[in-house]
């Protein structure tokens, strides 16, 4: 079977390659721009993958360029002036080497995935860095106007695989954001605005790092006002600056104006969001907090002995089924604690594992609305949350008559705390 770098060899024979700034080598096709210029030089190098509704794919092999000014787009739509149809965009950067940076010095964002479009990395290797401190990333997220998205915009989707190498996000990461039209048009008014548009982050090994010892943003936020996002982690390391899970506006109204007519309307703009955190993952964050939310919010973790198991780290405060700062209705449903046993472990009576710390550890509106996991071999038993001496948030099993008599107690049948 070829090597990947051997099928990229052959693919470099027939494909136009370029050189600028400090050597770079990199592997184009379809509809991709280094510099976006009209005067031909490199000192406003903007990178541009599958935009305008093109699809391009780009590999990078190695050598170093920082864009500057401008928006990084990976996978970008577009109307079509002829026809006034909507046009996808696809793009795809695959990272195997060097450094590159989407976005080094300007205050622009990046996007991947973007205005009825799906972008998409693969890095493994080298050094990519995306976004500024001061501007947001987006994995996923529509165009918007006047905080909802235009009546052209449909589906936009976002994925990043990161297998080796190092990805620094330095902007406020959005995984998954905002709602999306589920029949968007160029001409008159479209309906169903309650897709979500799809982030999605899986890391298997390398490092990720958003912290802000290296310029990141101050928050990574997992589905953001009405998106979908999912953060896997099964090896590797992983910095994270404030951590949000499932962060949503709750209803919204929007007012669309569109071909002189205007529309005032109401949607309900509930995130869903994973965290996916495998047991040989080492993950850190600062503040973490795993939110309510009419849509699902989990937190699923692995379990496979009393020393191997997932877990997070925080230097700041946990905080489990917190209040969503922009909620404005009723009825959210607290999050959920998804327990997967692996390499054949069998749970039993008196079980313990700390799946996370923190400098505070709280539990607020119940904590998880449930705990999903394999049955445990006697049905006396049941798992249980508790937070120990105020910084661990503790897993357990415990006999079933605690979870009996804790479900007369305001809800809190899967939570208690240590007295």
């Not at 007519?261 to 109401?266: A, G, L, P």
Request: proline share 4%.
């Amino acid at each position: 079977m070829r090597t990947l770098s051997t099928l990229l060899i052959l693919a470099a024979m027939a494909a136009f390659v370029s050189t600028v700034q400090a050597q770079p080598s990199w592997v184009g096709t379809g509809g991709y721009a280094i510099d976006d210029s009209t005067d031909g030089d490199l000192t406003d190098d903007r990178i541009r993958i599958g935009y305008s509704g093109r699809i391009g794919a780009v590999t990078w092999i190695s050598g170093s360029l920082q864009c500057v000014p401008g928006n990084g787009e990976i996978g970008t739509g577009a109307i079509d002036s002829l026809t006034l149809q909507i046009k996808r965009g696809w793009g795809s950067l695959i990272m195997l080497g060097g450094n590159l940076d989407l976005n080094g010095t300007a205050a622009a964002h990046v996007y991947i995935g973007r205005e009825n479009a799906t972008g998409y990395i693969a890095q493994t290797g080298g050094t990519l860095r995306m976004g500024c401190s001061t501007k947001e990333t987006f994995v996923g997220a529509p165009r918007t106007s006047g905080g909802f998205p235009p009546a052209n915009n449909g589906l936009s989707e976002g994925y990043i695989e990161l297998k080796d190498g190092l990805l620094n996000m330095r902007g406020y990461t959005r995984v998954g954001a905002y709602n999306y039209w589920k029949n968007p048009v160029t001409s008159g008014f479209p309906s169903d605005p309650t897709g979500k548009c799809i982030g999605v982050i899986t890391q298997t090994g390398g490092t990720l790092d958003a912290s802000m010892a290296t310029g990141g943003g101050l928050q990574f936020m997992l589905g953001w006002n009405g998106g979908s996002g999912t953060l896997n982690v099964s090896g590797g390391v992983t910095k994270l600056p404030d951590l949000y899970v499932g962060l949503g506006a709750g209803n919204y109204t929007y007012t669309l104006t569109y071909q002189g007519n205007t529309v005032i309307n109401t949607v309900s703009r509930d995130s869903e969001a994973l965290l996916k955190i495998g047991k040989d993952a080492n993950i850190t964050a600062n503040n973490f907090q795993l939110c309510e939310s009419k849509a699902r919010v989990a937190m699923e973790i692995e379990l496979a002995s009393l020393t191997d198991f997932s877990q997070i780290n925080c230097t700041g405060a946990v905080d489990i089924g917190a209040d969503a700062p922009y909620h404005t209705d009723p009825g959210v449903v607290e999050p959920v604690l998804k327990v997967n046993l692996v390499s054949g472990f069998v749970p039993t009576l008196g079980d313990e594992w700390i799946i996370a710390t923190g400098s505070t550890v709280s539990i607020a509106n119940g904590g998880f609305s449930a705990i999903e996991a394999p049955a445990l071999s006697d049905p006396a038993w049941s798992y249980q949350v508790r937070v120990d001496d105020g910084n661990k948030l503790v897993l357990a099993v415990v006999p079933e008559p605690a979870t009996l008599a804790l479900l007369g107690l305001g809800g809190l049948a899967l939570i208690r705390r240590r007295r």
